[in-house]
Nanobody, 115 residues
Framework: QVQLVESGGGLVQPGGSLRLSCAAS????????LAWYRQAPGKRRELVAV???????SYLDSVKGRYTISRDNARNTVYLQMNSLEPEDTGVYYC?????????WGQGTQVTVSS
């Protein structure tokens, strides 16, 4: 049974930081590209950051320089360090694991940036 379990969301003031984690089980973690998506109220889900199985990362333009995605294959965990958070970063953040033939999602974790 495949599970992706996110944690680390919460309420933070503008300018603050959060670190999201996504622990995977039931997959050969090192073979998967891993990504974080977010969905704001009333908006479509969007890709925020992705890291390939080889460790190459890319980001949504609006989070470049503020977010960092990383992976720990020994712990089967992917992280998203979010700094200088803005109200526009508010949404449910989802973890995604993908190969050419399989794709899995986590249940999401809420991030709210508000004073």
């Amino acid at each position: 049974q495949v599970q992706l379990v996110e944690s680390g969301g919460g309420l933070v003031q503008p300018g603050g930081s959060l670190r999201l984690s996504c622990a995977a089980s039931g997959i050969i973690f090192s073979r998967y590209a891993l990504a974080w998506y977010r969905q704001a109220p009333g908006k479509r889900r969007e890709l925020v950051a992705v890291i390939t199985s080889g460790g190459s990362a890319s980001y949504l333009d609006s989070v470049k320089g503020r977010y960092t995605i990383s992976r720990d294959n020994a712990r089967n965990t992917v992280y998203l360090q979010m700094n200088s958070l803005e109200p526009e970063d508010t949404g449910v953040y989802y973890c995604n694991a993908k190969t050419s033939v399989r794709e899995y999602w986590g249940q999401g974790t809420q991030v709210t940036v508000s004073s």
